[in-house]
């Protein structure tokens, strides 16, 4: 078992300075700019360390545990993000950062994580992979699709329902998690394997300790960051919609993901897939609901009515990323499909 690389620590090194200027920016009155930007690039970074201390602890624990430890603690960035935006009584960026990584995961991540596939050396054009998983996601996602759906048209119709919204929000958001049990604990034991504590990198003590302090730092920076985010966004004229679809979203996930990214380029295609269509899956089934309980305790509620426009475009994206996956095979082109709808999303928030 090897201890950390030089790069390893370089890169740690690089994540301990940028969390260590945004306190220090927040704890001195820095220009709300300077903090907002040092508080985003601090979020990715973090992001990263949970996601690779969380797979070192799942080398030593089985696989069965890491899914679990992925789904409970790998997007505790965006966890703390949310739930100090929704005290800070930023709804619209509360809400924006938890539908952001649906669609940063689901559009831009699986997107360049098909065509880093495709056009592989001795790909052939094509990324085969095993279709189960990624079904499995596109049905969590539509049951998910279907509450927000419901929930949006009942307030736009001004129906009795919509006078319930909370009410409807928080029994929607346990059954989606008993949904998303249903599905979780037979998917871990059905992969389930020994640990095997030999193919870990990292010790156990150090990647409890990296999980611990990455965990505890996120929570610091998120606050940082969302006490920056209204004079910043101000200063940038760019809406919250922007700030937690977009910003939040890239910060917590595609950081964290790039690693879906290296393994389809090295060939390793059911393994890059798996990585990011059970991060939708978690998002959609799993952070989404617990959030929406989670809100009970603070001052703004968080719920699955969403505007319109969004409405839209999760059941876009849903239907687009079912048909690019659900046959097994990814081409370029349908992988840089999924990043031109991402970006499309981004500039029409832009203006939002």
């Not at 704890?27 to 992001?47: D, E, H, K, N, R």
């Not at 095979?329 to 970006?343: D, K, N, S």
Request: include cysteine; charged fraction near 10%.
């Amino acid at each position: 078992m090897t201890q950390l690389s030089a790069r390893e620590r370089l890169g740690l090194a690089a994540v301990a300075a940028v969390a260590a200027l945004t306190a220090l920016a927040h704890y001195a009155s820095w220009p709300a700019l300077a903090s907002f930007v040092l508080a985003t690039f601090a979020l990715a970074g973090l992001a990263g360390v949970v996601a690779v201390s969380t797979e070192q602890v799942g080398e030593h624990l089985g696989a069965a545990t890491t899914g679990l430890l992925q789904a409970s603690v790998g997007n505790l960035p965006e966890l703390f993000v949310v739930i100090f935006a929704l005290r800070a009584g930023e709804g619209v960026v509360a809400q924006s950062a938890i539908v952001g990584s649906l669609f940063a995961n689901a559009l831009l991540v699986l997107g360049l994580v098909i065509i880093a596939g495709a056009t592989r050396r001795g790909g052939g054009g094509v990324m085969r992979f095993e279709p189960r998983v990624t079904r499995d996601a596109a049905t969590l996602l539509f049951v998910c699709l279907f509450i927000i759906v419901l929930a949006g048209l009942s307030l736009s119709s001004h129906n009795p329902v919509s006078h319930h919204v909370e009410t409807v929000s928080v029994v929607a958001a346990a059954l989606l998690l008993s949904v998303y049990f249903a599905w979780v604990v037979p998917h871990v034991r059905g992969s389930k394997r020994p640990a095997t504590p030999s193919a870990a990198r990292f010790a156990l003590p150090l990647a409890l300790t990296l999980l611990v302090l990455a965990g505890g730092c996120a929570a610091l920076v998120s606050d940082w960051f969302i006490d920056a985010l209204r004079p910043a966004i101000a200063q940038l004229h760019i809406s919250q919609a922007f700030a937690g679809l977009v910003i939040v979203a890239i910060a917590g996930n595609a950081v964290e993901n790039a690693a879906g990214v290296r393994l389809a380029a090295r060939g390793q295609s059911d393994l890059a897939i798996s990585l990011v269509v059970s991060s939708v899956a978690q998002i959609a089934a799993f952070l989404f609901p617990l959030l929406v309980i989670v809100s009970l305790a603070l001052h703004t509620r968080l719920t699955f009515a969403l505007p319109l426009l969004y409405i839209g475009a999760l059941a876009v994206s849903a239907v687009t990323v079912w048909q690019v996956t659900e046959d097994g095979e990814g081409r370029a082109f349908e992988g840089w499909a999924l990043v031109v709808i991402y970006a499309i999303l981004a500039i029409i928030t832009l203006y939002e």
